[in-house]
């Protein structure tokens, strides 16, 4: 890869580890949310994750990696941790929790690895993106790869999940 652009912790995991991956650069004054940043890159919401830093009543952080144009569902989240309730990690505990700011958290090169899940919808594509570790900076790789590389578990994790399956 280049080295016009200062190389994440993401980025250097994944070339330690061989896995290929291609960079998408978006201008960004500020934090965007998620399908604008999807077309900033051309790339289709239903293949640009986002993740989510959540905590349980056991002070124990999870991570899940969803489509952008899909919320996460805490019940599920819950009960995939085993926990009682789950938040979201509060935005200025972030940085210090995973060594990335947000809307630049990227499911790999935290500072610690935490239990992560990654919506179901993700095995179903070949490819996905999903932050660089850097604002402005998507990395495109194989969803298999990624999933592996994480430890992390394909699990229904949405609230469109969630109403889905309470209709069965």
Known sequence: MSSKFPKTNAIRILEEAGIPYR???YMSEGLLDGPRVAELIDVSPNRVFKTLVTQGRTMLNYVFVLPVNQELDLKLAAALTGEKYIEMLPANRLLATTGYVRGGCSPIGMKKKFTTFFDAAA?????ICVSAGRLGMQM???????????????????TEAARLLATR
């Not at 095995?123 to 490819?127: F, G, L, S």
């Not at 194989?142 to 229904?156: K, N, P, Q």
């Open 23 to 25: 960079l998408h650069f």
């Open 123 to 127: 095995a179903e594509r070949k490819t």
């Open 140 to 158: 495109e790789l194989e969803a298999e790869a990624l999933r592996t590389l994480t430890d992390g578990r394909y699990e229904f994790i949405t």
